[in-house]
């Protein structure tokens, strides 16, 4: 029996299903030598979701990393001779329009994301599968490189495993659970174990569905549960006898029904000579405690492998036979059908990156078969290099604040991912139903008796729109297009397009409570956040200055954009927005622990600092009416980027003179107690309340402004994104050599361009919004550009413009096509849209202050 060693660089808990060994496989590539592996069972494991995986492989998705970590997983497999890419088709049924169409989005952003999907009729899909009834099938997307990982992930994981233990780099432990993470001080020092005691500052957790008990052991929450998944075997099907295969049919898709199937090759290969169905629960799936999983020594069959309840299918299943009904000729293996369980998460995104919590405390949970190397390699790279290839704010376990980690949070959110595995098609703009009313600000409850359209973001109840101005607004309303595509319609009301214009004439005010914002004050401050920024904000920077920055990663990729106000000379405000401010926080501390500056404290005001947004042409005008002192507001006495307290009718309000709609006005930040009232005073002197959509999307586009995580990603610069500062600043700043490197190109790879939609009917005539990322193509080729990194060409944020009266995207660009004139195309739902680029860089469309619209 191996000693377990005092001492490892990385200790791996859970180290025997395939994440675990990609974990450890390709840390080893990047040069580990001196790693330990912990599996609380047999190595491979015999009792983890990858013991009992299907290790179907499709390609394409809606979102880019996973597209990245399938694709490179597919490459990964194949390499060791364990892939076999039999293709994968997704059909639509009959009357199920909705289905083909969400195919059609599918094959698009597979053009978006660098994967081959293609549409097929129904008579090409029974061609490929001819097991269904063909007066089922309305089409379908077959996906060329999908395919199956054979014989087992489980045998690619002990393979990885063994070659990484004759390495001499890992040593493998197995029967040897982690009773307890060391955690002194808020960091990781060792693992306590059966067998004694590893010290270590790095744990890395890739535990699957038991993911949740090693968390906890080090101070953390990690957001998962598993979920039954109900996986059923008919036979015998020896339509493939004698031929060795392990499969000889794609896979198939039946999303509609929430169901996937495939076949088992010949009866002599590993499955042996079956049908396999398998089924997402779309109504009330069954999720599991991570701590009610049976030990190996009381389950059936294994722990990860539940007793399958026939009321789970049963509906399903007859809807199964009636596409496929040879499932309804063959027997049902019940001996070896089982609830195998996965895991789920709220926003249905993996958990990988460093614990909030602790550090040293590393997780890579929640991986499908399909992507468990690629999310190794990611997880290595983030280790050893400090950023993974791709930006991972999608996956980043940071990106939760606490309140979404609760118990009764995770269980709600992730019965409605549950639900969505398969079936629905999940719309971009899709609400939650649960963890809501979670963070309101003070101007709530008149958003609410304004009949405010409630969407969520990080937790925030923000209004998009309200129904009172459908009334109020009825004059501008007749400016705004309808949308009779239900999809471009779905969670978009129309009035907060008048409610755009109303404030472009007049003024509004728009509730920016969800802002995450952090008080700093020390000796360190200044340094610590000098550190950070692009900008210059400390020096000789005025007290009550405000600075619009940005956080680069070592690599001089966008990590976060983000103002920065001077509060004192040794105190400064930092403003984030919503969705990013807990990352931008963790970004904060740990760049600052790791300088080596600690003599700094930070306030977090985000849960009782209110803000309101009061902009437009009348701004100055309404505020000053209100102000105690009038001409305290005037340009001369309180110019642009600037900050500091006022009274309005005797209210406290610090007001920071910015604009993220490009009209002007404030930022008005109050304590939570004087939100009301300073809501009234407004209200009451005529302000228009203004939905969040009007900020966040419409006007944000026609001021072409870009948003962290969307536009601006680490895989991009700064100066291809048009925001690099004039001047490189004097003081050193984290990237600060390769911002220097980027700054002395003749050209950039890539440039983010304004584009204007030409012409926006469909081929029936009906006018059409687009929503979410779709892939642009050169009218030429009919190809997707791509950059001299490799980096394609998408929408990443796109809007209907009321003040320009067109579809506004936002999108990078290789250097020969960011040219402003050109026209590509943009493929919506397998129609293509002239699209103009009508700006290289930042540069806006619509200028209240010019007065003009351009573009």
Request: hydrophobic content about 40%; glycine content about 10%; some cysteine.
């Amino acid at each position: 029996m191996a000693t377990l060693p005092s001492q490892a660089d990385a200790v791996i808990i859970g180290l025997g299903g395939i994440v675990g060994a990609s974990v450890a496989h390709h840390l080893i590539e990047q040069g580990w030598t001196n790693l330990v592996g912990l599996e609380k069972s047999a190595i491979p494991s015999d009792i983890g979701s990858t013991a009992h995986a299907s290790d179907f492989c499709f390609m394409t998705a809606h979102d880019r990393l996973s597209c990245y970590t399938t694709t490179y997983s597919q490459r990964f497999y194949e390499a060791l001779g364990h892939y076999h890419k039999i293709g994968g088709l997704e059909i639509a049924r009959v009357g199920d329009e909705a289905r083909l169409a969400e195919l059609q989005r599918k094959v698009a952003s597979g053009k978006a994301f660098g994967t081959r999907a293609c549409m097929v009729d129904a008579d090409e899909v029974m061609a490929r599968f001819p097991l269904l009834d063909r007066e089922q099938v309305l089409g379908g997307m077959w996906d060329p490189d999908a395919g199956l990982v054979i014989p087992r992930s489980q045998r690619v994981a002990g393979e990885l495993i063994e070659g990484a233990v004759n390495s001499g780099h890992l040593r493998a432990f197995a029967d040897t659970p982690a009773l307890d993470i060391d955690v002194q001080a808020g960091r990781v020092c060792g693992v306590q174990t059966t067998k004694g005691y590893v010290a270590t500052s790095l744990v890395i957790v890739t535990s699957g569905i038991w993911g949740p008990i090693p968390a906890a052991m080090g101070g953390a929450a990690l957001p998962l549960m598993p979920v039954e998944h109900p996986l059923m075997f008919f036979g015998p099907f020896e339509t493939f006898a004698g031929t060795g295969k392990e499969i000889g049919y794609p896979l198939l898709r039946d999303q509609g029904n929430s169901a996937y199937m495939r076949d088992t090759g010949d009866p002599t290969s590993t499955e042996g000579g079956q049908l396999e169905w398998g089924y997402y629960e779309s109504r009330e799936p069954r999720l599991v405690d991570p701590r009610a999983i049976l030990e190996r020594d009381r389950a059936r069959l294994s722990p990860s492998m539940r007793d399958l309840e026939l009321d789970q299918v049963d509906e399903a299943f007859e809807r199964a036979v009636e596409l496929a009904p040879i499932l309804g000729e063959l027997g049902w293996d019940e001996k070896h059908s089982f609830n195998g369980l996965l895991s789920v998460t709220p926003d249905g995104g993996s958990l990988v990156g460093e614990s909030p919590e602790t550090r040293g405390l590393w997780f890579c949970e929640a991986v499908w078969v399909k992507d468990g190397p690629g999310m190794g390699k990611l997880l290595a790279d983030w280790l050893t290099r400090g950023h993974p290839e791709i930006d991972p704010c999608g996956i980043d376990i940071a990106r939760f604040y606490p309140v979404q980690k609760t118990p009764h949070h995770v269980h709600g959110r992730c019965l409605e991912i549950a639900r969505k595995i398969y079936d629905p098609p999940v719309h971009p703009r899709e609400p939650f139903e649960t963890g809501r009313d979670l963070r309101r600000g003070p101007f709530w409850s008149r958003e609410q008796e304004l009949g405010g359209y409630f969407m969520e973001a990080a937790g925030w109840e923000r209004a998009h729109g309200y129904a009172a101005n459908e009334t109020r607004l009825d004059r501008y309303l007749e400016r705004v297009p309808e949308r009779p595509a239900e999809w471009d319609a779905r969670h978009f009301w129309r009035v907060s397009n008048a409610e755009h214009l109303a404030l472009s004439d007049d003024v509004g005010m728009i509730n920016l409570s969800h802002f995450a914002i952090y008080d700093l004050q020390g000796r360190d401050a200044e340094a610590l956040l000098e550190w950070l920024s692009v900008a210059r904000v400390g020096g000789d920077t005025p007290i009550g200055k405000g600075v619009y920055t940005h956080f680069l990663d070592a690599f001089g990729g966008v990590h976060s954009d983000l103002t920065i106000v001077r509060l004192a000379t040794d105190a400064w405000r930092v403003i984030c927005g919503g969705d990013t401010g807990h990352r931008d926080l963790m970004w904060i501390t740990r760049r600052g622990e790791e300088a080596g500056l600690t003599r700094w404290h930070l306030e977090d005001r985000s849960d009782g600092l209110a803000t309101l947004g009061l902009w437009g042409p009348n701004a100055r005008r309404t505020l000053q009416a209100l102000a105690d002192d009038p001409e305290g507001l005037t340009e001369e006495r309180f110019p642009f980027a600037t900050a500091r307290e006022i009274r309005v009718c005797g209210l406290p309000v610090w007001a920071f003179r910015i604009s993220y709609v490009g009209e002007q006005g404030w930022e008005l930040y109050v304590p939570f107690s004087y939100g009301l009232a300073l809501w009234d005073l407004l209200f009451e002197a005529g302000v228009t309340p203004v939905g969040i959509e009007t900020y966040a999307n419409s006007r944000r586009l026609e001021k072409s402004l870009r948003l962290q995580n969307v536009d601006l990603l680490t895989d991009y610069n700064l100066y291809e994104a048009g925001l690099a500062r004039p001047k490189v600043k004097g003081a050193d700043f984290h990237g600060k050599a390769a911002y220097v490197e980027q700054r002395e190109r003749q050209h950039q790879p890539a440039y983010l361009c304004t584009l204007v939609m030409e012409a926006n009917h469909d081929g029936a005539g009906t006018p059409r919004f687009p929503v979410g990322q779709s892939p642009l193509l050169d009218p030429q080729s009919g190809d997707v550009p791509v950059d001299t990194l490799g980096r394609r060409s998408y929408v990443t944020s796109i809007a209907y413009g009321p003040s320009l009266e067109r579809n506004i995207a936002l999108a990078y660009l290789p250097l020969d096509h960011a040219e402003e004139g050109r026209t590509l195309l943009l493929e919506y739902f397998a129609e293509h849209y002239p699209m103009r680029v009508a700006a290289v860089g930042y540069r806006a469309l619509y200028d209240p202050e010019g007065a003009r619209p351009r573009g």
